[in-house]
Every structure is written in C-alpha cells, then in structure tokens.
C-alpha cells in the first residue's frame, strides 16, 4: 500500500506548490488512473512515490516505508518501477536484452536468475521475438514495452507510468495499455497510470483527478464520467463513449452510467430497437 498524507512540495520559494496537501491510500493490486491537465501536479506526484521527490510537508508511506528517510530508499526504488514519458531516453543499451538485463544487474542480481528474469519479463510484454534485435530500430510503442520489461525484470511490485503512451500513436497506445492492463489482472502488480487520455481511465479501478496541485475527484470511472461538464471544466476529456452516452441523454435516449466502452454502449442500446 502506498499513503500520501497531507503532502506539500515545492520546487522553489517561489509562486504555489506543486503539491496543495494530498492525501491518498493506494492499495496493492489496484489499477489507478491519474488524470489532469498540463500542470494539475501529477509528474510531481509520481516522482514522490519512488523518492524522486520528497514531500516539504506530510509524509509517503510505501509498504510502510517513509520515502523521506534515506536508509528505505534502495527498498522503496526495488519496490517501485517507473516508465516516463519519451522511449528514447530510457534505453540505454544498443541490444534489447541486454537493455531488460541493466536493471536486475545493477541491483547485484546473479548471472543465471537475470536471465531468466530477462526471459520471463520479455515474454510478459510480448518482445521476445526481439530480444536480441536493436533497441533503436524498435517503433515508439515496442521500445516503452522494452522499457516496461526492463521494469519487470527488476521484480517491482508497484509500476508507475507516467504518460508512457502520450509519444505514442493509438495502436501503441492501445497495446502497452493492454500489456500493463494484463500485469496488473494476471500478475497482481500494482499499476499506478497517469494519463491525459481520458480513454484509458475506462479501465481502472479507480480514478483520481488532479487540479492546481490537489485531488479534486477519487472515484470509480463510471462516477468519474457521469460528471463530464466537471471534467470538461478542469481541462480535461470524457471518452467518445460517454459523449455519445451524453448526446442521447439530450435526445431523451438515458443510458445507464456503466456504459463506457463500445460493446457496452451496443448493449445497451440493443433493446430500444
Ligand atoms: N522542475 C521544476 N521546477 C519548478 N517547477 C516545476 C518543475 N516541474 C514542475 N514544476 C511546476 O509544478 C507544477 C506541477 O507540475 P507537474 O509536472 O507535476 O504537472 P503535470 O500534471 O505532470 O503536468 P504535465 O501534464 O504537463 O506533465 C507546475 O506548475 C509546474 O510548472
Ligand atoms: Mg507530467
């Protein structure tokens, strides 16, 4: 379990906080989705869960351990794998195994089990037919699943993604969702996804919405999308379905608000012919 309680941060003395005063449970095994517009504070929130970031005020909790005392760090950071936003920075092997194997053997695990932990994580983000092609030559989408395996190979239980699909086009977009959608219902990781792409927050278990620095929604999607002209007002999307779902709510056509994805949408829509 992850806990933000009442955190504060600064980047410098001067203008607001980038953190208002949060406060969040995040539990282990959940999907979460993070959303907000440009600035609302989630890179900053993200970097305070691995101890990139320490809270000016409050405290983190991962599993227990205050991310501001320096002797958890190494725990917290073998706990806790990020992807960030750009592929090409997060490479930095030219043969992709080799590239999954850099984590594992800065943390002094031994020769045999990295590679067996290479081939497992390779196999889980669906590359193993590339594990000994070059990193470069890889589309945008399969180098973040190269960097997500090289996240896995370090064992984490918790993985932070923040915007990892935003370089993406929507068939990128589409597969590393699935990849992390299936780490989190088959493997029990904890994934924690911030996003602007408001059609990945259909998915979650739950979804936090962030504005100027504090959390201003934290709900389940369905509760999150019946509230579309809150959302549209903090800058920020529903997914096509929902407007849909809006536009015939206008029409006098109501749907109920479990319907967020097309097949639901064609469901629910089959008695009324
Ligand atoms: N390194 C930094 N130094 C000073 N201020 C910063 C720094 N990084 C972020 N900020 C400021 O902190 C606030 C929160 O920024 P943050 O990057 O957490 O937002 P975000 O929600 O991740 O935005 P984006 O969608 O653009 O990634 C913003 O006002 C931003 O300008
Ligand atoms: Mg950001």
Redesign the pocket.
Known sequence: MIEFKGVRFR??NEGPE?LQGVDLEIPDGIFLVVA??????????SKHINGLLLPTEGQVLVNGLDTRDENNLLSIRQQVGMVFQNPDNQLVTTIVEEDVAFGPENLGVPSPEIRVRVDEALKKVGMTAYAESAAHRLSGGQKQRIAIAGMLAMEPKILVLD?ATAMLDPKGREELLQTVYELNRKNGMTVIMIT?YMEEAVMADRVVV?NG?QIVMDDVPQAIFSRGDELRALGLDVPEIVRIREDLQKAGVSLPLTVLTDSQLAEALCPLF
């Open positions: 980047y410098d980038a907000g517009h440009n600035g609302s504070g989630k890179s900053t929130l915007e602007q962030m620095g």
